[in-house]
């Protein structure tokens, strides 16, 4: 029997996919993050209790559940083992349930140091405005190969050696690059050589073959969740380039990075916003510079949870959302933040762009183009009316679904869930969601 189901962010990031996986993990076996790394940061609302994760999978709050992190993530190993703590300071020990692939590379000191160096230059006239989590300098170096350290490189005789090599070059590298003295000392060989023994002494027991127990677990008829990160607009091979993150951040990325073949997959769950918004550099149709942008960043408390940064906010992009969810391969929609929208008057909707004087249904490949794209509105009446004491779809205010059932018809997708609020009970699940085969 086929049973993996994946939660894919459909647009720049931040959709709350990490409050659904928490809501159905329940219901796996298995959750599974697959690309991605400390850039990520999934909020999970359990009770009076708010939980903030960046590698660690949004599973792990429930014990039953095994969480995997596999070769196609990025891991900085001191950020992990914080979290780690920080879980465990709450009663939640991940050493139980959690097992990461010796596969995965490692985000370095250097690769942070990177990061730093190369996001203050411009790309297009723009910076990319990256997380500084060092996730494009890890990446490149696994792509490079030669400089690359793995997990598995953390357990093996020659780890000292080999990170003592790597380190060495990358002080020169980093000296050329104009890297401060205080960088400099945080990458010296001696400095990452003792960091990495602790890293290995603490995770040694975590450390397996996650392909092998995947494929096992697939095998087995397990029931399995695959957790993505950022949003499909921010992979790197089909996102909004180059503005975008390291990795394929769309539903084509989680047979590479988990290392599952597509036969396995059965089930997509596509996540967005009822309006979109962005951190970071690069085009945005729908951005609104207004007071109407900075309404909908006050009521969703737009701010980015791994760095704060105030996130840019506009209207729901019919266009980009129809283009992501068809890359995705999406079979059910998640409908977030309509809590948000229960404040305005009109609401709009982009169905189309004009690009160059000329009507444009499908989304460009170019950034440049993107970039001249002005989006063609439809106006839609707003509810006014606080939905965040919904707890079913029969007492949504019609104008509510009204806005619910056009973005069904522009994006050719049912919606399957509907989400009111951070907790776990401010979420309804329509009848479409019986398609995705869960259990409630
Ligand atoms: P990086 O992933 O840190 O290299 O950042 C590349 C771009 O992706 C920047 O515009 C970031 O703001 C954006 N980004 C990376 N991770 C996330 C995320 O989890 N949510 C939203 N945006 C993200």
């Known amino acids: 029997m086929v049973s993996g189901t994946c939660v894919i962010g459909l647009q720049w990031g931040d959709e709350a996919k990490g409050k659904l996986v928490d809501l159905l993990a329940p219901q796996f076996d298995l959750v599974v993050r697959y690309q991605g790394g400390a850039n990520a940061g999934h909020t999970v609302v359990a009770g009076d209790q708010t939980y903030k994760l960046h590698h660690i999978p949004s599973g792990i709050l429930h014990t039953q559940v095994q969480n995997f992190i596999t070769p196609g993530v990025v891991i900085n190993p001191s950020t992990m083992l914080d979290e780690i703590d ?16 010796e596969r995965a590379h490692l985000v370095m000191p250097w690769h942070i140091a990177e990061d730093k160096i190369i996001n203050s230059t411009a790309v297009r006239g723009e910076s990319i405005g990256t997380t500084n989590r060092g996730i494009g300098p890890c990446y490149r170096d696994k792509v490079g190969r030669t400089h690359a ?9 020659s780890r000292d050696e080999r990170i003592g090599t790597v380190a060495a070059q990358k002080v020169e590298l980093l000296t050329k690059m104009g ?9 010296s060989p001696e400095r990452v050589i003792s960091l990495a023994a602790d890293w290995a002494e603490r995770l040694k027991d975590m450390i397996g073959d996650t392909t092998e127990m995947l494929l096992a677990a697939c095998e087995a008829d397990k029931k399995i969740l695959f957790e993505g990160a950022q949003g499909a607009l921010l992979d790197i091979d089909h996102g909004t380039f180059p503005f975008v993150t390291s990795s394929n951040s769309s539903g084509v990325g989680v047979c590479a990075g988990a290392g599952v073949p597509p036969r396995w997959i059965n089930h997509v769950l596509g996540v967005c916003k009822a309006y979109s918004t962005r951190v970071g550099g690069g085009p945005f149709p729908t951005e609104l510079d207004d007071a109407t942008g900075e309404k909908i960043r006050t009521l969703g408390n737009e701010f980015g949870t791994t760095t704060g940064r105030p996130r840019r906010c506009g209207w729901f ?13 999406v079979t059910r929609l998640a409908l977030m933040m309509m809590d948000v929208l229960a404040h305005f008057d009109e609401l709009k909707v982009c169905v189309a762009y004009e690009l160059d004087g000329k009507r444009l249904d499908t989304f460009p490949a170019h950034a440049d183009q993107l970039r001249r794209c002005k989006p063609i509105y439809e106006t839609i009446p707003g509810w006014n009316q606080p939905v965040d004491d919904v707890r079913q779809v029969s007492d949504f205010p019609s104008g509510a679904l009204d806005y619910v059932k056009r973005i069904e018809e522009l994006v050719g997708i049912p919606v399957g869930v509907l989400s009111v609020g951070p907790d776990r009970a401010q979420t309804i699940f329509t009848e479409a969601a019986n398609a995705l085969e869960l259990k409630n």
């Open 86 to 101: 920080g879980l465990a300071n709450r009663g939640i020990h991940c050493e139980k349930n959690m097992r990461i692939s």
């Open 149 to 157: 350290i793995r997990m598995a490189d953390l357990i093996q005789e």
């Open 179 to 187: 890297a401060t003295q205080e960088e400099l000392d945080s990458i």
């Open 317 to 329: 992009d019919a266009v980009a959302l129809k283009y992501t969810a068809r890359l995705s391969g």
